[in-house]
């Protein structure tokens, strides 16, 4: 099954977010999903048919057995029989038709659904960094929950009530006429009632879901944020405040909940409220012509029936009408996001070039590179570094710097502005993403784990990893002796996102995962967070042994960290301020002197505060 794909493919990670988008399109697409389902969605409609026939004859029966039969006499008798024997006969087959196409169409339904939040979330997974910093995550929960859950009510209900329905509405109407014209025109006569109620409601149901929706996204969203900051909030004692904030917004989510609802059963009760009128209307026309003996009573019997079958179809279509316009605020949403295209691609084909991992050099270029994350605002200025194959680099630099924008330029979480980044003198954009990823390796600062074993997360859920492979990786990381500390080893569970170990520990298990992968360049950004000497000696060996052969660039927040590097780079406002070995630079006294300097007066200083506690 294709991914949604839109005219605006061009689009390069952009705004999609704002401004309208073509909602007919976005219609489009989604019934694009029920396309491979087009036969179960006609067996659904002749089953619709069937069930609907068989339930519009059963009121002409009793017409006929009141007329024909219970008035006539006690001759009647028999065919009176075989009237109650069709009666229950048509009941059996309304039943079974029915219940094959509410089968056949939750099975479609659920499975083309199944199959959006699956290219969603491919979709998704495939942007590039830029994306997520403009989408947040609460928002694309979202998207994936509760925008497809909307989209498949489209499919099990809206689509299929708009035909089954309408069909019916139509069939009742040509029942009714036939039974009695001029009954019939009477009738009629309210479509235009049913029309203008429909139009007057249409606006206020349509904005009171929009505004609900938008509360509950801004609820979602919030939450999202709270439960990942869940550590800081606590740290400084922000519950309160948090809880205020989440109040204001719950408290705002329930006012437009409420005022949907009210919308929502205004518009059913008008709707009951006309139906009721209508069969009074009939009961009471009706009712003087058979007195006048004008009408039959069996007529007017089945009439009465089928002008409450007349108003069925129509509040089952007015109230898929609210779920339709749910169906168009949701298909909208998620266009939007179907219509970003990763900003960050595979290069086109005839561009395309390979480099062999088994081969690759290791030789790192930043060719006068320029680098904005948003307009205007450029954070590297023209930097040109240049890195031998298995040389040790260590970058330096203040907050803000740019050293982490360096490094998420090698890995193509972003692209440069200007200039190129090559590897081995072939420039990143033209090798394929997969190939890329091969050749460079990123331990980071909080090492992402999944939920699942520690042997799924050094092998990345690859089972042609063999065990053993891992148990050696982790041994010389020196990861080993934590995890047979935990209670099922190497099998035993994290929590999401590795809670349950330590910044360190996350660490190590990077560390191993990389011996796994063997990337030709590694890239650390070290642990910011404060490391216990132990765990900071262990990351020390552990980096030292994963650096051998390999490219290595580690962005240190502690100078011991690179002291012995090849070369240390030392960054500031988004250029290289200095360059060289550890000696070179503390004698010349400079700009790296001076953070050497301020970060032993900090170690001092916290080895003092931790001597006198
Ligand atoms: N996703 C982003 N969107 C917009 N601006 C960003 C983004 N990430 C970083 N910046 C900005 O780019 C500049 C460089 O940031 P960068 O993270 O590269 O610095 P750094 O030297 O790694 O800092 P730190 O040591 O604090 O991690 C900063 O001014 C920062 O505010």
Redesign the pocket.
């Known amino acids: 099954m294709k991914t949604i794909r839109t005219d605006e493919s061009k689009r390069n990670d952009g705004p999609a977010e704002t401004g309208n988008v073509d909602r007919g399109k976005a219609l489009r697409a989604l019934l694009a999903y029920a396309k491979p389902h087009r036969r179960t969605f006609l067996l659904v409609f002749l089953c619709s048919f069937l069930a609907i026939s068989a339930d519009l004859l059963q009121p002409y029966l009793i017409k006929i057995a009141i007329d024909e039969n219970v008035l006539a006499g006690p001759e009647g008798f028999r065919t009176l029989v075989w009237i109650g024997g069709s009666f229950l006969l048509l009941a059996v087959l309304s039943f079974v038709f029915t219940f094959v196409q509410a089968n056949l169409l939750q099975r479609a339904g659920q499975g083309i659904v199944a199959q959006l939040r699956k290219d969603l979330f491919h979709h998704i997974s495939s942007q590039s ?2 994306f997520f ?1 403009r989408h947040p995550i609460g928002s694309l929960v979202t998207n994936e929950s509760s925008d497809t859950e909307t989209i498949s009510q489209f499919f099990t209900q809206v689509l299929v009530s708009l035909v089954r329905d309408g069909l019916m509405l139509v069939l009742v109407v040509c029942f009714m006429f036939s039974l009695d014209a001029t009954l019939a025109s009477y009738c009629l006569l309210l479509f235009p009632v049913i029309f203008g109620i429909s139009i007057a409601f249409r606006k206020l149901l349509r904005s009171s879901y929009q505004r609900a929706r938008a509360q509950l996204s801004r609820l979602i969203a919030f939450t999202a944020e709270n439960l990942s900051g869940m550590s800081l909030i606590q740290a400084f004692h922000q519950e309160k405040e948090q809880t205020r904030q989440f109040t204001e917004r719950n408290a705002q989510y329930l006012k437009e909940n409420l005022r949907e609802v009210r919308a929502t059963v205004s518009f059913n009760r008008t709707f009951d409220m006309l139906g009721s009128i209508s069969v009074a209307l009939v009961v009471w026309l009706g009712g003087m012509a058979v007195l006048g003996r004008k009408l039959d009573f069996g007529i007017l019997y089945a009439f009465i029936n089928y002008i409450r079958l007349f108003f069925q179809p129509i509040n089952a279509i007015t109230q898929q009408w609210n779920t339709l316009q749910s169906t168009l605020v949701s298909a909208e949403r998620l266009w939007r996001i179907f219509s970003v295209q990763p900003a960050v691609r595979d290069p086109q084909p005839e561009e395309a070039k390979e480099l062999d991992p088994d081969r690759v050099q290791g030789k790192v270029d930043f060719n006068r590179i320029r680098f ?3 307009d205007d ?1 450029e ?2 200025h023209g930097l040109d570094l240049h890195i031998k194959p298995g040389e040790f680099i260590g ?1 330096v ?12 330029l090698l890995t193509r979480f ?1 692209d440069v502005n200007k200039g190129s980044v090559e590897i081995d003198g072939v420039d990143i954009r033209k090798l394929p993403l997969d190939s890329l990823h091969h050749i460079v390796g990123l331990v980071q ?1 909080e090492p992402f784990l999944y939920s699942g074993t520690i042997l799924d997360n050094v092998r990345l859920f690859r089972e042609d990893v063999p065990r053993e492979d891992v148990i050696r990786a982790c041994k010389l990381v020196g990861a080993h002796p934590m995890i047979q500390r935990l209670k099922s080893g190497y099998d035993a569970k994290l929590s999401e996102r590795g809670s349950g170990l330590s910044a360190g520990e996350r660490q190590l298990i990077a560390f191993a995962r990389i011996l796994i992968f063997q990337p030709k360049i590694l890239i650390l ?1 070290e642990a ?1 967070a404060h490391l216990d000497s132990h765990s900071e000696q262990m990351i020390q060996r552990a980096l030292n042994y994963v650096s051998q052969g390999r490219t290595t660039i580690v ?1 240190a ?1 502690r100078l011991s960290t690179i002291q012995h590097a090849d070369r240390i780079i030392v ?1 500031q406002g ?1 250029v290289i301020a200095e360059e060289g070995p550890h000696d070179v630079l503390m004698k010349r006294g400079g700009y790296y002197a001076e953070l050497h300097r301020q970060s032993r007066g900090i170690a001092a200083a916290a080895g003092g505060a931790a001597g006198g506690s």
């Open positions: 960094m830029s910093d904005s994350y948003v605002l954070v590297l970058i630099g203040t907050t803000g710097a740019g050293k982490s924008s360096l490094v998420n972003y600062q950004d910011t962005i927040h960054m988004g």
